[in-house]
């Protein structure tokens, strides 16, 4: 890619040890090298954009082509048809309700190089007691049975006398053993075990989405696209390209993970469990960067909680603080677009870029997702959230694209209200009531403390009340 791009060199990403010499800059005094950050109100030729109409037909395409060519890079015209197959469904519980389970392949067509397969890995999971279509929230992770349902007693005696019998050709002398102890079984029913609670003490997100009377979908990002640079010739983005190279402009691994939740929504809309005008995406961490991406690209899902994104996320690009442009153009230079690597050369055929020439920013990023249920989550550093994520360049983001809410109508980032223009909140001191949504938690680098909040405010919004099966 750098071969691509002309680049002969790289300015090295600081280190995220303090006590390193070249360690990330956390003087908030440092933090702003580039102030003026680009204008989501201002079209390119310099117009102010001061109309809903304007913001729909001209300026939000012409951000989503810029996010496109310099960020996260475009989704090629052909990328093969994904066929989704039901593989198994289980009747399983989740705390005391019954739901149902269901784990879904959505397999990409590879006719054009069998080499390469592509299996994307979706597990779909709804109350079995609702009355109706429910939300859904979509979270990038590993999928799978969460709570797969055990044999019954009956069928444990036939599997255990089963493996008795096993035993006993194999070594006979176990037939006193098992003589002596009669009342002895190998396998059983696992015993009802609360599960492991957050830093909060709350229950985790599954199972908070289940006895809101939500349904979740687990969608597993690997299975789309590897998180690594070597996977790049593999996976969607390699299939797209028949094992060739990436081109400068092409996606990124954030941008194809979030091409898969578009792929993983196109199946739910077949499923009448699911009310597909309410589904959600969300994740943390890297997986934060691609619920944002994705939530800012495909305007079907209706809302996002995005976990502590940090930089390629919520955070402005332009801030010095913490993790820096230079970390992703060089450590993690797969999830951007190739062309993302010109704002981190400091030898090039272009001369030098950096941070400040990237043409867009966050605050448009956020802005994209705008009037849809938008909340921005992160814990405290004290917790292990590290100050690497620049929690401080995420506010100022979430403020700056305020005005795109209020702009199409919406309350957005409110606070008794008003339209909150103030310091960054306290930890635990949320805004949570408009369509734009903040909260820092006082957990580490997760979003699951956030979540009853999350729940609450998006009920609230979509006319809902908790709990309704
Ligand atoms: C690193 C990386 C972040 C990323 C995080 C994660 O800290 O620098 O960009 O969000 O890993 O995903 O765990």
Redesign the pocket.
């Known amino acids: 890619m750098m071969q691509q791009l002309g680049i002969e060199a790289l300015r090295p990403g600081p280190s ?1 040890d303090e006590h390193a010499p070249n360690h990330a800059n956390y003087d908030e005094s440092k933090a702003n090298p580039y102030p003026k950050i680009p204008d989501p109100l201002t079209m390119d030729n310099g117009q102010k954009v001061t109309t809903a109409a304007e913001w729909w037909h001209e300026r939000r395409p012409e951000l989503v082509r810029a996010f496109s060519r310099y960020v996260y890079g475009e989704v090629p015209t052909h990328v093969p048809q994904v066929h989704w197959t039901v593989t198994a469904v289980d009747h399983e519980r989740i705390g005391f309700r019954p739901v149902i389970a269901t784990d879904l392949i959505g397999e990409a067509d590879n006719s054009a190089d069998p080499a390469i397969t592509v299996k994307i890995h979706m597990t779909l999971v709804t109350p079995a007691d609702a009355k109706g279509p429910v939300p859904v929230l979509m979270m990038f992770g590993p999928a799978g049975f969460p709570s797969p349902h055990e044999p019954s007693a009956e069928e444990f005696a036939r599997i255990n006398a089963a493996w008795k019998k096993q035993m006993t050709a194999q070594d006979p002398s176990l037939e006193q053993v098992f003589a002596d102890h009669p009342a002895w079984e190998p396998f059983h029913a696992t015993p009802f075990r609360f599960p492991q609670m957050n830093a909060d003490g709350g229950l985790p997100n599954t199972w908070q989405l289940i006895n809101d009377g939500w349904g979740f979908a687990l969608i597993d990002p690997n299975s789309i696209q590897e998180d690594n640079g070597a996977g790049m010739r593999r996976g969607i983005i390699g299939l797209t390209n028949k094992g060739e190279p990436r081109t400068p402009e092409q996606w990124g691994a954030l941008r194809a993970w979030a091409w898969g939740a578009g792929q993983g929504l196109d199946y739910l809309k077949t499923d009448p469990a699911v009310d597909s005008k309410h589904v959600g995406i969300e994740g943390v ?5 691609a619920a944002l991406v994705t939530m800012a690209y495909d305007q079907r899902f209706a809302m996002v909680l995005v976990g ?6 919520a955070t402005l690009l332009r801030r010095n603080f913490g ?1 820096a442009v230079e ?2 153009t060089g ?2 230079y797969y999830w951007m677009a190739g062309n993302f690597m010109k704002y981190g050369a400091s030898k090039a055929k272009f001369g030098s870029r950096n941070p400040g020439d990237i043409p867009v920013d966050s605050n448009e990023l956020i802005a994209l997702c705008a009037p849809r249920l938008t909340f921005i989550s992160y814990g405290s550093p004290a917790k292990g959230d ?1 100050k ?2 620049d929690h401080e360049g995420s506010y100022m983001a979430t403020v700056d694209a305020n005005r795109v809410f209020l702009l199409l109508g919406a309350k957005g980032l409110t606070m008794d209200g008003q339209p909150y223009t103030g310091p960054m909140p306290p930890i635990n001191k949320g805004i949570l009531d408009g369509q734009l949504a903040w909260r820092q938690h006082d957990g580490g ?1 997760t979003d699951a403390p956030n979540m009853m909040y999350f729940l609450a405010w998006a009920d609230k919004w979509m006319g809902r009340s908790a709990g309704q099966p």
């Open positions: 995220g961490s890297r997986y934060g960067k502590s994104s940090g930089k390629g996320g993790e970390s992703l450590g993690e590290a690497w994520l680098h």
